[in-house]
């Protein structure tokens, strides 16, 4: 079965840039989402479209792609930003959804 | 203002049966695919599968085909997620999700709305 890879956890300080990956045979073809997940919460999205920002998402969270991998990058990185992080494609075909196993960004 | 409300936490003990559900409002609901999402506790989302209110078209996660059957009743903009026969592994957080764009094909979209969760414990 397809699979999207994150790194289990990402540590940075106050005010630097985090940056997290998730890799997939099909994100050349396929978009990619990402959610951020505080705890006792409901996910929210982040990115939509490899890159798009939905309204209200603060201008730090932006998305890029480059073949099998695509990357979160959260600037100027603040205190409040330390949530699980998901990203999500879909299988080469459009059949099925897939989720990243997540990771947790620590603001040290 | 668009949203999903999910139905109440349940405590229930192997072998019973479940139909939890998810109300939309503030959107045409028959128009967007809503999807139903596992976090299992202290792990990851998992997909389970999706529903387009307006035709019923089904489709599921390999992972959870034949274990859970997701409905809808368009007439009360509600969707629904079944066991018929619970396990103590079905003690999860569920969420349902609206895929972000009206129409269109499942599955290479966002979720742009969910839901608040609905908490399953199963135990004897």
């Known amino acids: 079965s397809y699979e999207l890879t994150q790194p289990p956890s990402v540590s940075v300080s106050p005010g630097q840039t985090a940056r997290i990956t998730c890799s997939g045979d099909a994100l050349p073809k396929q978009y990619a989402y990402w959610y951020q997940q505080k705890p006792g919460q409901a996910p929210v999205l982040v990115i939509y479209k490899d890159s798009e920002r939905p309204s209200g998402i603060p201008e730090r969270f932006s998305g890029s792609s480059s073949g099998t991998t695509v990357t979160l990058t959260i600037s100027g990185v603040q205190a409040e930003d330390e949530a699980d992080y998901y990203c999500?494609?879909?299988?080469?075909?459009?059949?099925?959804?897939?989720f990243g196993g997540g990771t947790k960004l620590t603001v040290l | 203002e668009v949203q999903l409300v999910q139905s109440g936490a349940e405590v229930k003990k192997p072998g019973e049966s479940l139909k939890i559900s998810c109300k939309g409002s503030g959107y045409s609901f028959t128009s967007y695919w809503i999807g139903w999402v596992r976090q299992m506790p202290g792990k990851g989302l998992e997909w389970m599968g999706i529903i387009y209110p307006g035709d019923s078209d089904t489709r599921y996660s390999p992972s959870f085909q034949g274990q859970v059957t997701i409905s809808a009743d368009k007439s009360i903009s509600t969707a629904y997620l079944q066991w018929s026969s619970l396990k103590a592994s079905d003690t999860a957080m569920y969420y349902c999700?609206?895929?972000?764009?009206?129409?269109?094909?499942?599955?290479?979209?966002?979720?742009?709305?969910w839901g608040q969760g609905t908490m399953v414990t199963v135990s004897s």
């Open positions: 999700v609206r895929q972000r764009r009206s129409g269109g094909s499942c599955c290479s979209d966002a979720f742009d709305i």
């Open positions: 999500q494609s879909a299988d080469s075909s459009g059949t099925f959804v897939v």
